[in-house]
């Protein structure tokens, strides 16, 4: 499962880094209760062709506060599929999954090791 979790992430990163968009979110103009797991906020931002996208996410206490405090904020996202997001600060962690995926080969490789010992 770590395998493929850092394998997953390294793949995100890359596309972010590589083919990531900036576009500018709306400013909140009600305000409502701060964003939790089970229904999002609804966030409308300008991709650079001009083209309005709305997503559905999650967003921390701060982030909900410049929002409804008027201020817009730079999110990235993929041109082939604006839906998927991601916020400038934020990257997917690869080494833990990675890691694990490298100790279990090593793992593996001494059990053959032992095993062809015997």
């Known amino acids: 499962m770590g395998l493929f979790e850092g394998i997953d992430g390294f793949f995100e990163n ?3 880094n ?5 576009g ?6 009600k305000i ?11 966030l409308t931002f300008t991709t650079e062709q001009g083209r ?3 997503i559905t996410t999650n967003i921390d206490q701060a982030t909900s506060q410049t929002l ?4 817009g904020m730079k999110i990235i996202y993929l ?3 604006p839906s998927r997001t991601r916020w400038p600060w ?3 962690s690869v080494k833990t999954g990675l890691l694990l995926a490298l100790l279990g080969f090593f793992v593996l490789g001494g059990a053959r090791i032992f095993t062809f010992s015997r």
């Open 14 to 16: 890359y596309a972010f």
């Open 18 to 22: 590589n083919h990531g968009k900036t």
């Open 24 to 29: 500018l979110v709306e400013p909140l103009k």
């Open 32 to 42: 409502s209760e701060p964003a939790n797991n089970e229904t999002g906020v609804r």
């Open 52 to 54: 309005k996208v709305t």
């Open 68 to 71: 409804h405090g008027g201020q």
């Open 79 to 81: 041109e082939d599929d």
């Open 90 to 92: 934020e990257s997917r």
